[in-house]
Each structure stands twice: as C-alpha cells, then as structure tokens.
C-alpha cells in the first residue's frame, strides 16, 4: 500500500531521496535567471514569473507547462513546487491546484530557505541543506 505524499515536504533529504527513487519531482517556479544561476539538481523548472522591461509579470502558459510535465511522469510521482523561500511556490500552488492539476506537494524552504518577519529560519533550504545543486536547465 502506498503512504499519501505530505501537502508539505518540510526536510530536503527526504524529498531528494524520493527524487532519486522517481518518487517526486521538483518543480523550480523561480524566474529563469534564478534558476540558471543554481537549482537543485535534477529539478524541472516552469518559472510563475519572468523578469521584463515591464517589470515581473505572470507565464501566461505557466498551468501549460505544468501540465505538460504532468503529462511526463508517472501517476504516482508528487511534484513538488519550490521557488527561493517559499512565497512564490505557494501562490503556483495555488494556481495549480485551481486549475486541477493532481499530485501536488509545498518544498517551503524552497532554495534559499523559508523565514518568518523576524528573519528566523522556518524551513530548511535546498542550498543549506548541501545536497546536489545544478547551473544549467534541467527537467526530471
């Protein structure tokens, strides 16, 4: 029987060793600099936003791309959506889910680690966590 994927997958460790038994698959929602300049390694990328002469502005096929992935993984598999620290991921969640997309997951710490107003540490970061990072595009 298999256990339910977290809503939250709040330790890296533990969501890289599912990534390595194709189990989950990151899903980097930062911007396409962001990611490029470091991600983790192995994780796909669909950025919410894209950095313009006009400022930030939403993917307009951001729920495409995710579908898309969708379309590539096995049912079983969790994608689980990151950003930096945790903001950006959960309003991709938010999207995604509106749009009915199954099999979704929250890595909070996202890249840099999640913080509250104070600047406390409320989520471990993928960065801080010392597992494998990538420079480069990359897909699951």
Same mark, same amino acid.
Request: hydrophobic share 45%; charged share 15%.
């Given at each position: 029987?298999?256990?339910?994927?977290?809503?939250?997958?709040?330790? %890296?460790?533990?969501?890289?060793?599912?990534?390595?038994?194709?189990?989950?698959? *990151?899903? #980097?929602? @930062?911007?396409?600099?962001?990611?490029?300049?470091?991600?983790?390694? =192995?994780?796909?990328?669909?950025?919410? *936003?894209? #950095?313009?002469?006009?400022?930030?502005?939403?993917?307009?096929?951001?729920?495409?791309?995710?579908?898309?992935? @969708?379309?590539?993984?096995? %049912?079983?598999?969790?994608?689980?959506?990151?950003? @930096?620290?945790?903001?950006?991921?959960?309003?991709?969640?938010?999207?995604?889910?509106?749009?009915?997309?199954?099999?979704?997951?929250?890595? %909070?710490? =996202?890249?840099?680690? =999640?913080? #509250?107003?104070?600047?406390?540490?409320?989520?471990?970061?993928?960065?801080?966590?010392?597992?494998?990072?990538?420079?480069? #595009?990359?897909?699951?």
């Amino acid at each position: 029987m298999n256990t339910p994927a977290p809503a939250e997958w709040l330790e %890296p460790l533990q969501l890289w060793r599912a990534m390595q038994l194709g189990q989950a698959c *990151y899903l #980097d929602v @930062r911007t396409s600099a962001e990611f490029i300049a470091g991600h983790p390694a =192995g994780a796909a990328h669909v950025a919410l *936003y894209e #950095d313009g002469a006009a400022g930030r502005r939403l993917q307009p096929e951001f729920v495409a791309h995710v579908r898309a992935l @969708r379309a590539t993984l096995p %049912p079983t598999c969790v994608i689980v959506v990151g950003c @930096r620290t945790g903001a950006r991921s959960g309003l991709a969640l938010q999207v995604l889910r509106a749009s009915a997309i199954a099999g979704l997951a929250h890595f %909070p710490g =996202g890249w840099a680690g =999640g913080t #509250d107003s104070w600047g406390r540490v409320t989520a471990v970061g993928w960065l801080a966590s010392g597992l494998p990072t990538a420079t480069s #595009d990359a897909i699951c």
